[in-house]
């Protein structure tokens, strides 16, 4: 039985949470209000932006999840998620002497550049400009300097229970399909994300970093038109819009989606994970089967 901490427990956290508990670990949710949790997770109220609040880590932890999400879009918002709160758990883990055996940290995608369709893999140059990208590649930084073996895991777009955007713009038909070329899009099930920490924080040899998408990097105008047809609602119509340039920042979550690239996840799979849900397909027709 492993003793681990998820800092930063939300959706994503909560579901790894239950999955370790019903394995048998013993599991501690950090968060700033964590009466939420799930049965089987120990809450633990902390702010990972005050460092006052970090003094009561449980002892002897065997491995930390970080899988706090930014406040907002916006610098500062996602300057306190990825590098300063890291910063504070990293010191606040050193301070009280824990020998952990494994940090992963879940990262993102968007911290690489290119948007012309190109396929990007863990040895793909990392190199977006924008705030989201540099705050997310220095919380890699730090956890990779760390006294511990850490992992990062870059996630696609997550999607699932709750997260169903998507399908609700078709639904409403204030979705749009891009016009011009494919804008490619990455995405992994919510579920899939926890099944992925879970299977990286026990896996013998992990590599420092991993790519965590499922098979299928889909253009977004595919992904709106099988919807529509699943809903049985008119296919969204064609918008032109202009090409999102290196480094622009994005006012909204749709806009931001728009940076077109095809990530592989060969890595994970050679690592011996299987995905519950390996494409859009899979995973949006079980959302909608629950709504029925």
Request: charged share 20%.
């Amino acid at each position: 039985m492993a003793r681990i901490l998820i800092a930063g427990c939300g959706d994503v956290g909560a579901t790894l949470g239950r999955g370790l508990n019903a394995a048998g670990h013993e599991v501690w949710g950090l968060k700033r209000r964590p009466a939420d949790l799930p049965p089987g997770i120990r809450p633990l109220a902390a702010d990972l932006t005050d460092p006052t609040t970090l003094n009561t880590l449980p002892p002897d932890l065997d491995a930390v999840v970080y899988s706090a999400a930014a406040a907002g879009f916006n610098e500062a918002a996602y300057q306190a998620a990825y590098v300063t709160g890291i910063d504070n758990l990293l010191e606040a883990l050193r301070q009280a002497g824990q020998q952990l055996r494994r940090l992963l940290f879940a990262s993102s995608t968007s911290v690489y550049a290119q948007h012309q369709g190109e396929w990007v893999d863990e040895d793909s140059p990392a190199e977006a400009d924008s705030f989201s990208g540099r705050c997310i590649r220095a919380g890699e930084r730090l956890m990779w300097e760390s006294p511990w073996p850490a992992v990062a895991v870059r996630f696609g777009g997550i999607y699932g229970p709750g997260r169903t955007r998507l399908i609700d713009s078709v639904r409403a038909g204030t979705a749009a399909r891009p016009a011009g070329p494919p804008l490619y899009t990455n995405r992994i099930h919510r579920d899939d994300c926890a099944r992925v920490l879970e299977h990286l924080l026990f896996l013998p040899r992990p590599a420092p970093l991993y790519l965590a998408v499922d098979d299928d990097p889909a253009p977004l105008g595919e992904v709106l038109s099988w919807l529509a047809t699943r809903l049985g609602v008119p296919e969204p119509p064609l918008a032109v819009t202009p090409p999102l340039k290196p480094g622009a920042e994005a006012g909204d979550s749709m806009l931001r989606m728009r940076a077109s690239k095809r990530c592989r996840n060969a890595r994970l799979r050679a690592s011996g994970f299987q995905f519950r849900y390996p494409g859009y397909r899979d995973g949006y027709a079980t959302l909608l089967q629950l709504e029925d």
